[in-house]
């Protein structure tokens, strides 16, 4: 839909949402069970919160002086939400699993087909570890409780009918959202606000609007799709029933109609009123994505720790995007310098 009149129906009117959510596929069984999971999973992300953002300065300092990104950027987005994606309880080997496909670039289909052989050599030995652990938990774990990590959510929100394999791969996919989408999000962010700014002085835009506009500018979910619930005519073509009609959320963010000099990177345009546009980095309507709001308070949180205090400077990167199924920026190294304290340096 590049219409965006019916780009904006499609994912609004409630005609196209009678049905499933593409984006659990054919793994759950029904709209409620896949709408339970969803707040299971925002409502576990959103109680830790308050300890992801405490790592997040911790897990911005171990990146060191020089960083390559973007695969830096799930690399952060991991070290700050480890024990939630996976307590520190389970057994250590799987714990390195995990790390090993944040670092292979599971989190995201890669652009480059090295880069994508990498990361698909992990998956199967990966989904067959916490296969085998899900059958563990859900022998031996206790059914009432709190969930103390991802996977409990996400075991204690399935249907009991689903197979050990299934609660895994939904948990996979759980998990290459969180990192990837957050990671390469806070690599967007970085990347734009370091082209369009000198290096030296502070940026002049306060995080908030730094992060929103690299959202919009770059938005890292390149389509979103919806099933037409019933043979219709809509745009003047017809389409049969099960047909996916696709929004892509880039093509919106830049509707000259819509939106003031979209082309252009303008984190101010937050501070005008009525400036903005259709606005979908997480979806819209009722498939909106339930873990919005935490994962733009992380994106933020990760921005913020990376520039406050420091100089931020980038080498070899552009604002050209890699399309390979989500909007990937292009390699570029960042380089991070600490200020030296206002008082240190006059003394000196």
């Given at each position: 839909m590049r219409d965006t009149d019916l780009a904006l129906t499609v994912l609004r009117d409630p005609a196209f949402h009678s049905g499933m959510s593409t984006f659990f596929g054919d793994m759950l069984p029904s709209r409620t069970a896949q709408i339970a999971l969803g707040?299971?999973?925002?409502?576990?992300?959103?109680?830790?919160?308050?300890?992801?953002?405490?790592?997040?300065?911790?897990?911005?300092?171990?990146?060191?002086?020089?960083?390559?990104?973007?695969?830096?950027?799930?690399?952060?987005?991991?070290?700050?939400?480890?024990?939630?994606?996976?307590?520190?309880?389970?057994?250590p080997a799987l714990r390195r699993q995990m790390a090993q496909a944040v670092s292979a670039g599971l989190t995201a289909r890669q652009p480059y087909k090295?880069?994508?052989?990498?990361?698909?050599?992990?998956?199967?030995?990966?989904?067959?570890?916490?296969?085998?652990?899900?059958?563990?938990?859900?022998?031996?774990?206790?059914?009432?409780?709190?969930?103390?990590?991802?996977?409990?959510?996400?075991?204690?929100?399935?249907?009991?009918?689903?197979t050990d394999r299934t609660v895994a791969g939904l948990y996979v996919l759980l998990f290459q959202s969180i990192v990837g989408n957050i990671g390469y999000a806070v690599a967007w962010s970085l990347l734009l606000a370091c082209l369009h700014h000198p290096p030296g002085p502070p940026w002049?835009?306060?995080?908030?609007?730094?992060?929103?506009?690299?959202?919009?500018?770059?938005?890292?979910?390149?389509?979103?799709?919806?099933?037409?619930?019933?043979?219709?005519?809509?745009g003047g073509l017809p389409f049969s029933a099960g047909t996916i009609l696709s929004v892509s959320p880039y093509l919106l963010h830049?509707?000259?109609?819509?939106?003031?000099?979209?082309?252009?990177?303008?984190?101010?345009?937050?501070?005008?009123?009525?400036?903005?546009?259709?606005?979908?980095?997480?979806?819209?309507?009722?498939f909106t994505c339930a873990g919005a709001a935490v994962a733009h308070s992380l994106i933020?949180?990760?921005?913020?720790?990376?520039?406050?205090?420091?100089?931020?400077?980038?080498?070899?990167?552009?604002?050209?995007?890699?399309?390979?199924?989500?909007v990937l920026p292009r390699p570029f190294t960042l380089r991070r310098a600490l200020k030296a304290p206002a008082r240190l340096a006059l003394m000196r």
């Open positions: 707040r299971a999973v925002r409502d576990l992300m959103r109680a830790h919160l308050p300890t992801c953002r405490q790592r997040v300065a911790e897990a911005a300092a171990g990146l060191g002086p020089v960083s390559q990104w973007p695969e830096a950027g799930p690399l952060l987005v991991y070290r700050c939400t480890a024990d939630v994606l996976l307590h520190p309880g389970v057994p090295r880069q994508r052989a990498r990361a698909e050599l992990l998956r199967p030995r990966l989904l067959a570890s916490i296969t085998g652990h899900v059958r563990s938990r859900r022998m031996h774990s206790p059914a009432a409780g709190e969930p103390q990590d991802l996977l409990d959510a996400v075991i204690g929100a399935c249907p009991e009918r689903l002049p835009w306060p995080a908030e609007w730094l992060v929103r506009e690299a959202a919009r500018h770059r938005p890292f979910v390149w389509m979103v799709g919806r099933r037409v619930p019933h043979p219709l005519e809509f830049h509707d000259s109609h819509r939106w003031d000099r979209p082309e252009t990177f303008r984190p101010e345009r937050w501070n005008e009123p009525g400036g903005q546009g259709p606005y979908l980095p997480f979806s819209a309507g009722p933020t949180e990760a921005v913020t720790a990376l520039s406050q205090d420091a100089r931020l400077t980038v080498n070899g990167g552009d604002a050209r995007p890699l399309v390979s199924g989500s």
